[in-house]
Structures are given as C-alpha cells and as structure tokens.
C-alpha cells in the first residue's frame, strides 16, 4: 500500500516558471524524501528532510514539511525542459521489520520550452 | 563510482513461463532492495537485504516469488510462474544501511530496472 499521495497528478508548466507538488501522508515519519525518475529509468534521491525541519534548500529545489498536517511540498524554480520527469516523495518510518520508504504515486511534471 | 546494475533492461514472457532478474548493487553497500513499480505508481518494496539475511519479505508474493542474496553482494528475483498482472518494472536499490531512530538516513540508489511484459 502507498501512504504518500502526491498533488497534482501531472502538471504542465513553461520553462522559467516555479512548479509546486504537494506530498500528503498518513502516520508519523523519521523523514521524508523526494525523488525524481526520468521517463524509462531509475529513481533518483533529490532530498531529504527530516521530521524535525521545516525546510530545506537544494539548489533549485525547496521542501517543506508540515508533520502537524501531515505534508510536504516541493518547489522547483526556475524551471528548466531539463526537470521535465516523475517526482514521488518517500515516506521513511520505523515498522515492523525497521525502517522503511514507502512511496506516492508521483507526479508528472512536463516543462515546456 | 558505478551504480547499481539490473538486467536484462527488457524482457517479454508468456504466461506460465519463470523469469528472473539480477541485481549488482554499489560496492560496500550492505542492504539492499527490490521493488515493483506499476504503471503511474511509485515503486512498492518486494524485499530488503541486510547483507545476505532477508529482514523484509513481508510484501513478496512467496507462491511464486523468490529472492536470494547468497553472498550478502548480488541478487536474483526470480517468478515461477508469472502470469499477466506481473508486468511491471522490477526495480533494484541499494545503501549503505539503516540506522534507525528517528534521524535514520536512508537515501537509496536504484538501478535502471527491467521492465517486465507477460503475454
């Protein structure tokens, strides 16, 4: 089963503009990532924020976490045709058999130039 | 540095048929995972190695799933018989381990994967 449910499902943007995904989840986290998969290939780790920030700078790339709401949201600025991919943010909580990610169903995000 | 390598990349089937995947994760990274990725989800944890010891197959199908790490570095998945809702693309990841606690810093690397069709 899938925790993270990310917002919106696609998104369609120009190049230059900010593009904003939002990431909610359902029970308490250690933290939680962000990772980026190009079309046809493996994911890649863009961040990490732990439960205990509020934000995080990489870059380009801005995440927030809200664990009282239970949500993240990932800002990419200045976009480029370059991010155009699928973008899943990652759940990390201790269960049963220790720690583990448990991933949304992403976001497509398509930069046009 | 190389990462972590799948194959095959691609591979059809029928139905009924067994296939199997091979996974070499990054050198010195001691856990490792297989995950299933459908079409528009994220990818969904199989199993997790620590060294050679499975610590979580608790989402593996064990009817007709199996996995194994013999010597704690490479690792086949193998599906004997697949049948249609198996296509999908098999995933391998690796780190360097799981700390635990609530700093636990779990990034994870993924190979390519291979993308599965059964007809």
């Known amino acids: 089963s899938q925790q993270g449910e990310e917002d919106p499902q696609a998104l369609s943007i120009q190049e230059g503009e900010n593009a904003t995904m939002n990431c909610s989840y359902k029970?308490?986290?250690?933290?939680l990532q962000w990772y980026r998969q190009n079309s046809g290939r493996g994911l890649v780790h863009l961040i990490l924020i732990r439960s205990n920030e509020r934000e995080k700078h990489s870059g380009r790339l801005r995440v927030t976490l809200d664990t009282s709401k239970k949500s993240s949201s990932l800002l990419i600025t200045a976009s480029r045709a370059a991010d155009t991919a699928s973008y899943f943010c990652a759940t990390d909580a201790t269960q049963k058999y220790g720690n583990k990610l448990v991933f949304g169903a992403g976001t497509i995000l398509r930069v046009k130039s | 540095e190389a990462g972590v390598v799948q194959s095959p990349r691609y591979k059809i089937i029928e139905k009924k048929q067994p296939v199997a995947f091979w996974c070499n994760p990054i050198s010195g990274h001691n856990t490792l995972y297989w995950y299933r990725q459908n079409l528009g989800q994220g990818p969904e944890l199989l199993i997790r190695y620590e060294n050679e010891e499975a610590v979580d197959d608790s989402q593996l199908p064990k009817d007709r799933f199996s996995a194994e790490r013999l010597k704690g570095v490479d690792s086949t998945l193998k599906i004997q018989p697949a049948e249609l809702g198996d296509s999908a693309v098999y995933l391998c990841?690796?780190?360097?381990?799981?700390?635990?606690?609530?700093?636990?810093?779990?990034?994870?690397?993924f190979g390519p994967g291979t993308r599965l069709t059964v007809l």
């Open positions: 029970t308490s986290i250690n933290n």
């Open positions: 990841a690796s780190s360097l381990g799981v700390a635990g606690g609530w700093s636990s810093y779990n990034e994870q690397f």
